[in-house]
């Protein structure tokens, strides 16, 4: 059975967001291996506390990744 795992930054997405995440990856799933596993299809979204994510050596947090999102740059 397959298993999807995606790890956020807590409090970046709403829980509508995250709602679509979990329907859209598993719609794209079931596009693979057919519509007969999508009851076993799991998909699991994992919250990383702000701060606890780091790219390219930089400490991210929700503010900022809102902020890049809104097409400013974080501070």
């Known amino acids: 059975m397959p298993l999807v795992t995606v790890k956020l930054i807590e409090g970046v997405f ?3 967001q995250k709602a679509e995440m979990v329907e859209r990856l598993t ?3 079931v596009a693979v ?3 007969n596993m999508r009851p076993l299809t799991l998909v699991i979204l994992e ?3 702000g701060g ?3 790219i390219g ?3 991210m947090t ?3 990744v ?3 999102a809104a097409g400013e740059r974080p501070t």
């Open 57 to 59: 050596g930089e400490r």
């Open 52 to 54: 606890d994510w780091a």
């Open 33 to 35: 291996e057919g519509e």
């Open 66 to 68: 809102k902020a890049i």
């Open 27 to 29: 719609d794209a799933m």
């Open 14 to 16: 709403s829980e509508a």
């Open 62 to 64: 929700a503010d900022q």
């Open 47 to 49: 919250e990383v506390k």
